[in-house]
């Protein structure tokens, strides 16, 4: 699980096996038990550490990963948003759609992004990226009843058949949308009102928001924590109506911060709820970023790169099972446990800066000399932990593992 191989054999290496090694490859290939199970669980696990009554942002974004081969399950061509330099415009791959739920690590108030749910595009047929983020949003809303549930993507699932499954599962949703969005203001009734009955439904359009009118707003400047640091952010703020949204009135945020280079470009961000104020918009996009730290630490760290699986439902289960492992290791930083930051600690360092890669590569010395076989109950079907003596502990590799 946190090996960083994603070649299944390569895995195997880290721990002492004691079954012939092909047993492990049917287990994952051909076991009795199913993904979504699992995914499900972990579900479970990384929303019981947040605290009841506050409001889960969970992150929609997508990753492509580069395969070689197009035999390989669900690989096609695919169109490179990122514009890579060093890559082409159109490459060969698996596109992934990830849903993952945001923390706050309390040491250091870094904002961390837990992966829970993934799925690749189909090789083949009608099935888009809507409709699988549309299936995990709506499997995720089913483990999460009674939940308040933020949405956060970018620009690209921000139209409005993506974001009308979303709107009827119960979540809110907050992203950046593009400067060509048709945005009215509210219309200004007549005062006094016209002693005459007009024909017709009264105005739902105001004015349009073109960029004329957005200069005639109010700048609001201030300062605010954001992506890692403190920033100077301008914005202009306005309840409108979103035309592509059937006239559903929201929060529009326009946008713009301070950085080595000067002002940055003007960004757009939309609030499904309108009673949210323009600087609470701005944090909770925020949240949004960590995903990409967790698509590069998933690829390279954790060996996404390298799922070679013939099979897409084997796909599936391996990388479900790093993503579990990549989650573990994270919640065992966030929640401060104290006996993975022991482990962990190094001598000339504060104990708040532990990190989830400092807690596994320490705890990837110490797991495989653990025997976790011994511990399963056959006839209970459930694990028993039992702390050996201290005349039993032969090392301090043995207590660690304990």
């Not at 669980?41 to 990963?65: A, N």
């Not at 306005?238 to 326009?254: E, N």
């Not at 989830?356 to 459930?382: H, S, V």
């Given at each position: 699980?946190?090996?960083?191989?994603?070649?299944?054999?390569?895995?195997?290496?880290?721990?002492?096996?004691?079954?012939?090694?092909?047993?492990?490859?049917?287990?994952?290939?051909?076991?009795?038990?199913?993904?979504?199970?699992?995914?499900?669980?972990?579900?479970?696990?990384?929303?019981?550490?947040?605290?009841?009554?506050?409001?889960?942002?969970?992150?929609?974004?997508?990753?492509?990963?580069?395969?070689?081969?197009?035999?390989?399950?669900?690989?096609?061509?695919?169109?490179?948003?990122?514009?890579?330099?060093?890559?082409?415009?159109?490459?060969?791959?698996?596109?992934?759609?990830?849903?993952?739920?945001?923390?706050?690590?309390?040491?250091?108030?870094?904002?961390?992004?837990?992966?829970?749910?993934?799925?690749?595009?189909?090789?083949?047929?009608?099935?888009?990226?809507?409709?699988?983020?549309?299936?995990?949003?709506?499997?995720?809303?089913?483990?999460?009843?009674?939940?308040?549930?933020?949405?956060?993507?970018?620009?690209?699932?921000?139209?409005?058949?993506?974001?009308?499954?979303?709107?009827?599962?119960?979540?809110?949703?907050?992203?950046?949308?593009?400067?060509?969005?048709?945005?009215?203001?509210?219309?200004?009734?007549?005062?006094?009102?016209?002693?005459?009955?007009?024909?017709?439904?009264?105005?739902?359009?105001?004015?349009?928001?073109?960029?004329?009118?957005?200069?005639?707003?109010?700048?609001?400047?201030?300062?605010?924590?954001?992506?890692?640091?403190?920033?100077?952010?301008?914005?202009?703020?306005?309840?409108?109506?979103?035309?592509?949204?059937?006239?559903?009135?929201?929060?529009?945020?326009?946008?713009?911060?301070?950085?080595?280079?000067?002002?940055?470009?003007?960004?757009?961000?939309?609030?499904?709820?309108?009673?949210?104020?323009?600087?609470?918009?701005?944090?909770?996009?925020?949240?949004?970023?960590?995903?990409?730290?967790?698509?590069?630490?998933?690829?390279?760290?954790?060996?996404?790169?390298?799922?070679?699986?013939?099979?897409?439902?084997?796909?599936?289960?391996?990388?479900?099972?790093?993503?579990?492992?990549?989650?573990?290791?994270?919640?065992?930083?966030?929640?401060?446990?104290?006996?993975?930051?022991?482990?962990?600690?190094?001598?000339?360092?504060l104990p708040d800066t532990v990190t989830a890669g400092t807690l596994r590569r320490a705890m990837f010395w110490i797991i495989p000399q653990f025997r976790i076989r011994d511990c399963w109950n056959r006839y209970e079907q459930k694990l028993e932990l039992e702390l050996p003596d201290k005349d039993e502990r032969s090392g301090?590799?043995?207590?660690?593992?304990?």
């Amino acid at each position: 699980m946190i090996s960083g191989e994603g070649f299944l054999t390569q895995a195997l290496l880290v721990i002492q096996y004691e079954n012939v090694w092909s047993s492990y490859h049917h287990w994952v290939s051909q076991g009795k038990w199913r993904w979504r199970d699992l995914a499900h669980r972990l579900i479970l696990l990384v929303c019981s550490k947040v605290p009841d009554g506050q409001i889960t942002s969970i992150i929609l974004d997508d990753l492509t990963i580069e395969r070689c081969s197009a035999k390989a399950p669900a690989c096609r061509i695919h169109r490179q948003h990122s514009k890579k330099k060093n890559r082409g415009l159109y490459i060969l791959g698996q596109c992934w759609v990830f849903l993952a739920i945001a923390f706050q690590r309390p040491s250091d108030k870094v904002h961390t992004a837990i992966s829970v749910m993934a799925f690749p595009s189909p090789k083949s047929g009608n099935i888009s990226k809507i409709k699988m983020a549309k299936a995990m949003l709506k499997s995720v809303r089913q483990s999460l009843q009674g939940r308040i549930l933020r949405l956060l993507t970018d620009s690209w699932f921000m139209n409005g058949p993506r974001m009308q499954p979303a709107l009827e599962l119960g979540y809110e949703v907050i992203g950046h949308i593009p400067k060509n969005r048709a945005l009215y203001a509210l219309p200004v009734e007549a005062n006094p009102p016209s002693p005459f009955k007009r024909k017709g439904r009264k105005r739902i359009y105001g004015a349009k928001m073109t960029p004329e009118e957005v200069e005639k707003l109010p700048v609001t400047t201030m300062t605010v924590w954001l992506y890692r640091k403190y920033r100077t952010v301008s914005f202009r703020s306005c309840i409108c109506r979103a035309r592509f949204l059937k006239g559903r009135i929201v929060r529009v945020v326009w946008s713009r911060f301070e950085n080595d280079k000067g002002q940055t470009e003007t960004k757009l961000f939309l609030s499904i709820n309108p009673d949210l104020e323009a600087h609470e918009v701005l944090l909770a996009y925020s949240l949004r970023w960590p995903i990409e730290p967790m698509f590069q630490q998933l690829k390279h760290e954790f060996g996404c790169k390298h799922l070679w699986q013939r099979r897409l439902r084997t796909v599936l289960r391996w990388m479900h099972i790093k993503m579990a492992g990549y989650a573990l290791m994270q919640l065992l930083t966030i929640c401060q446990n104290p006996a993975a930051i022991a482990i962990a600690k190094i001598a000339w360092r504060l104990p708040d800066t532990v990190t989830a890669g400092t807690l596994r590569r320490a705890m990837f010395w110490i797991i495989p000399q653990f025997r976790i076989r011994d511990c399963w109950n056959r006839y209970e079907q459930k694990l028993e932990l039992e702390l050996p003596d201290k005349d039993e502990r032969s090392g301090s590799i043995l207590l660690k593992a304990t």
